[in-house]
C-alpha cells in the first residue's frame, strides 16, 4: 500500500463544488482511500498573480496506484471537471498536483516528487501540515495570503 498526499485548487466557477467533485471521485476510485483531507484556504493566486483568488486544500490517500498511474488518475479528473490549459500558469476549474509520494524522490518527464515547488507555497504547506503533522520540520514560508475558508470534521462531511 502507498501513502501519496495531493495538492487540489481552484480559482474557476463554483470553486467549492469542484474541490468537493474531484475528492468524491478520488473516494470513489477502487485503488484509492481518502485517508484525510485538510481545511479549505482562500489563496492569492501565486506566480501569474493576475487571476481570481483559489480554494486551495490537500488529501492525504492510500492507493495501490503507481505514482505515474495516480498522475493519469488526476490528470483525468481534471479533464472530467472541464479543465482548460487556457494560460499555462492562469485559472483552472480544478488542479491536483501530487506532493508526495511514500519517501519517494522521482524525476520524469511527467512527474517530479516531491512536487518541485511545494516548499515554497504556503498555500501547500499550511493545508499539507493539517494533514501530516509529522512534517512540522518544515518552515512555513510567510502565511501571508493564505486564509483559513472553511474546516471539516473529515471526508464523510465534506
Ligand atoms: N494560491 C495559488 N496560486 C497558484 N498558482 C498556481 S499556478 N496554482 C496552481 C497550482 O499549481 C495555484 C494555486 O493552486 N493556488
Given at each position: ?6 495538492s ?12 468537493k467533485?474531484?475528492v468524491?471521485?478520488?473516494?470513489e476510485?477502487?485503488?484509492i ?10 489563496t ?29 488518475v488526476?490528470?483525468?479528473?481534471e ?5 482548460e490549459?487556457?494560460?499555462?500558469w492562469g485559472?483552472r476549474?480544478?488542479d491536483l ?12 518527464e ?5 512536487h ?20 512540522k520540520g ?8 493564505v ?12
Open positions: 500500500m502507498n501513502e501519496s498526499y495531493l487540489l485548487g481552484s480559482n474557476m466557477g463554483n470553486r467549492l463544488e469542484m474541490l467533485q474531484a468524491r471521485i478520488l473516494a476510485h477502487t485503488s482511500e481518502v485517508v484525510a483531507i485538510s481545511s479549505l484556504y482562500e492569492e493566486p501565486v506566480g501569474f498573480t493576475k487571476q481570481d483568488p483559489f480554494l486551495n486544500m490537500v488529501v492525504r490517500i492510500r492507493t495501490t496506484l503507481a505514482a505515474l498511474e495516480l498522475l493519469d488526476c490528470q483525468e479528473i479533464l472530467e471537471l472541464h479543465r490549459r487556457l494560460v499555462r485559472p476549474t480544478i498536483d501530487i506532493l508526495l509520494y511514500n519517501q519517494d524522490a522521482m524525476e520524469t511527467r512527474l517530479i516528487v516531491p518541485p515547488r511545494m516548499h515554497e507555497r504556503a498555500f501547500v504547506l499550511i493545508p499539507l501540515l493539517e494533514v501530516n503533522p509529522s512534517l518544515f518552515n512555513l514560508p510567510d502565511p501571508q495570503g486564509q483559513l475558508w472553511k474546516s471539516y470534521d473529515g471526508v464523510d462531511t465534506f
